[in-house]
């Protein structure tokens, strides 16, 4: 093990070394770690005792091959500045880390090991995405408005012409056409709504609601499609008058979505369980929860993403988990997802409950499992 007193004068000043905030780490070329400060056990969980000696635990497995290739340049002398890259927390949480590895050398001038300084991103790269994904729905959202409303006079034209054609064809093989046209003609218009759904900001007006009753006026109104593909339904709602500030119509808007995705989860029947609780007081937590085929792992990261759906053509407009994430926000809320192939989906939407006259907090619901 490469001993203290062999590395650069930096390196023994064990108090500049333990008093940084960032995480310092040195590794030698076989990848034993020989050096760990304090930034680093805050940033990655394990204490010196845990890897000093040991092989380094911090490298995601699809990022082994990039260090190697990072430690080639350090055996060349070379310094890897600002490289913007991954690495695994104790408790498994991938982390977004820039770091700057440089050469370690001994008295002797040899290069012996590799110095490492990172600093955690996660935040900043999550904002970043908040950022450019915020940029690209006011762009989308301002030419789907303009495709929306150039569409909508002929689509209800073309309605018209062939609801009057059926009326008034008897011939069997031209009224299954004229069927078809309808039956397309009203999806179009379907997508046509959703992207003015979409487009348009809210103009409804917020007031004092009871969570329970939209949940069971959502179900009243669902309750069609799940008795049709012999869906189970099950509510455990906390008991209690519970309020929150909202645009009555949107919420449900939100409710009816995410249940209708359920349903469409579980073609030849399931379980749906809508579940409340209070968490991470004082917030609501509404939970619809699903026992159909689930989500891609890879997929699951792009799924509120506007135009992105996993449903088959003509089935699905790809707007619905959009138009969810953006009733949540106005809400000053959160929703998440946690799905498993072949188990199910389980989405939780928080929202801040009114105390008194007031909204439970002047600031966003705060999602305990964010960056998870």
Not at 95 to 122: K, M
Not at 127 to 149: C, D, R
Not at 313 to 339: D, N
Request: glycine share 8%.
């Amino acid at each position: 093990m490469i001993q203290l007193t062999e590395l650069p004068f930096c390196f023994q000043q064990c108090s500049i070394v333990e008093g940084s905030k960032d995480a310092l780490t040195i590794v030698d070329f076989e990848g034993i770690v020989t050096g760990w400060n304090s930034g680093a056990e805050e940033l990655y969980g394990f204490s010196a005792h845990e890897v000093v000696g040991k092989l380094l635990p911090i490298i995601p497995k699809e990022r082994q091959e990039e260090l190697g290739r990072i430690r080639e340049e350090a055996r060349k002398g070379l310094t890897v500045k600002d490289f913007e890259t991954q690495r695994v927390h104790k408790d498994g949480q991938i982390i977004d880390i820039s770091l700057t590895l440089f050469p370690v050398r001994d008295r002797r001038g040899e290069i012996v090991a590799i110095g490492g300084i990172a600093r955690d991103v996660t935040e900043r790269n999550r904002l970043h995405k908040e950022i450019l994904q915020a940029e690209k729905l006011a762009g989308i959202g301002q030419l789907a408005a303009g495709i929306a409303h150039q569409l909508n006079t002929p689509l209800a034209s073309i309605l018209l012409s062939a609801q009057m054609l059926e009326e008034v064809t008897e011939d069997k093989e031209v009224l299954t056409d004229i069927r078809k046209i309808v039956r397309q003609t009203q999806y179009c218009k379907e997508v046509v709504q959703s992207l003015l759904d979409f487009s348009t900001p809210s103009k409804g007006t917020k007031t004092r609601a009871k969570l329970n009753p939209l949940i069971k006026r959502t179900v009243e109104l669902v309750k069609p499609g799940v008795m049709k593909q012999q869906i189970s339904l099950a509510m455990r709602l906390t008991e209690g008058a519970y309020e929150i500030f909202a645009d009555k119509n949107q919420v449900e808007q939100l409710f009816f979505n995410l249940i209708s995705n359920a349903v469409d989860a579980m073609p030849v029947g399931g379980k749906i369980l809508i579940a409340t609780r209070i968490a991470n007081s004082p917030f609501v937590e509404i939970v619809i929860s699903d026992t159909g085929k689930g989500v891609p792992k890879e997929i699951l990261p792009h799924i509120f993403e506007p135009f992105f759906t996993t449903k088959e053509a003509g089935k699905g407009t790809g707007l619905g988990l959009a138009i969810c994430q953006r009733i949540v926000r106005e809400h000053r809320g959160s929703i998440r997802v946690q799905s498993r192939i072949g188990k199910g989906t389980t989405f939780t939407i928080g929202l801040p409950l009114l105390i008194g006259e007031e909204e439970s907090s002047d600031r966003d619901y705060e999602d305990p499992y964010r960056g998870r």
